[in-house]
């Protein structure tokens, strides 16, 4: 292990916890109407005709065929990303990926995936879904509708998810029961919240999730959209009633399909406890990848990334 010792931070982003604590961090306590909560805007997404509408890009790659993509997903937002498609095979498989808090400018030519169908999705405010009412600054965003349950933004993002399976759907009705999911920080924690109420994805991959033990979130120091969150609650104080409803670990308890998550023993954007409850919160056949450090670089992380993109590799792999 090489965890990190020196850090720019004044916080310890290992919080102090051995492993051994850390897989022992269960998800809070739930609150009354989480299912239906979830299943009824799951139900209401299912409803909408996303309507892709797919053009060449300026993009090139030898090894994918490269296509901008437009899709709608709840409340006709116009949702922006990029469909690649193997040069080489049929299409036999589909996945869905996410992105961090800082969006996405461009897809990831390096999955270590064949036949696969790959839909890089931008969530609603941010990158090629910007909208001039929504902050794309992560510390702004995170905050959008924070104080209306109904509308906070994250249950829009996970609506976004749920509208790219449903346009993959559209594509390729071929693919119907071999969708995946893959996302990292805050599209592993959006994710999670999708997988839990979306019986199409058929497993799932997240990195570093985030939105994880909400009511712990708001106790340890972090940066970032974390730090913006608390410093929201210290001023007006009501932010779990919003925050309970979204979140990764409880929607973890959900999830019934294999799943591979990569969780960090240091952490000062996502505290790895809140990464863990997520992962814990996983059924037991599922596999936890233990990274030294996330949202930092450190050494050995080139060698840990490596067997990680075998495993996702191997996880994706055409059914």
Not at 86 to 92: C, I, L, S
Not at 184 to 196: D, N, R
Not at 295 to 317: C, M, N, T, W
Request: proline share 8%; glycine share 10%.
């Amino acid at each position: 292990m090489s965890v990190p010792k020196t850090h720019p931070f004044a916080f310890d982003p290992t919080y102090g916890m051995q492993l051994e604590e850390l897989l022992a961090v269960k998800p809070p306590e739930e609150p009354d109407g989480f299912d239906e909560f979830w299943k009824a805007r799951y139900l209401n997404a299912l409803t909408v005709d996303p309507q892709p509408a797919l053009s060449r890009s300026e993009l090139t790659h030898p090894n994918w065929h490269v296509l901008d993509l437009v899709y709608f997903s709840t409340g006709q937002f116009r949702i922006g990303g990029w469909l690649l498609l193997p040069r080489e095979g049929k299409v036999r498989r589909g996945l869905v990926v996410g992105h961090g808090y800082g969006g996405r400018d461009r897809p990831d030519f390096d999955l270590p995936v064949t036949e696969t169908a790959l839909l890089f999705l931008c969530c609603r405010g941010l990158s090629l879904s910007a909208d001039p009412a929504i902050s794309q600054n992560p510390s702004w965003h995170v905050l959008h509708d924070i104080d209306k349950r109904d509308s906070y933004i994250i249950g829009g993002c996970v609506e976004d998810t749920w509208l790219a399976v449903s346009t993959l759907e559209t594509l390729y009705p071929w693919l119907t029961g071999h969708i995946g999911y893959s996302g990292i920080s805050f599209g592993g924690g959006v994710g999670a919240m999708a997988i839990a109420y979306d019986q199409r994805i058929d497993r799932g991959h997240l990195a570093l999730p985030s939105f994880g033990q909400q009511p712990l979130r708001l106790t340890l120091p972090s940066v970032g959209s974390a730090q913006s969150v608390q410093e929201y609650q210290a001023e007006h104080g009501d932010v779990l009633k919003t925050l309970r409803l979204y979140d990764a670990a409880t929607a973890g308890c959900r999830i019934k399909v294999p799943m591979l998550t990569a969780v960090a023993l240091f952490d000062s954007a996502v505290a790895p406890p809140c990464q863990f409850a997520v992962a814990n919160a996983m059924p037991k056949y599922s596999e936890i990848f233990i990274l030294d450090a996330g949202h930092f670089d450190y050494p050995g992380s080139a060698e840990q990334e490596a067997v990680l993109r075998d495993k996702i590799g191997q996880f994706f792999r055409v059914p």
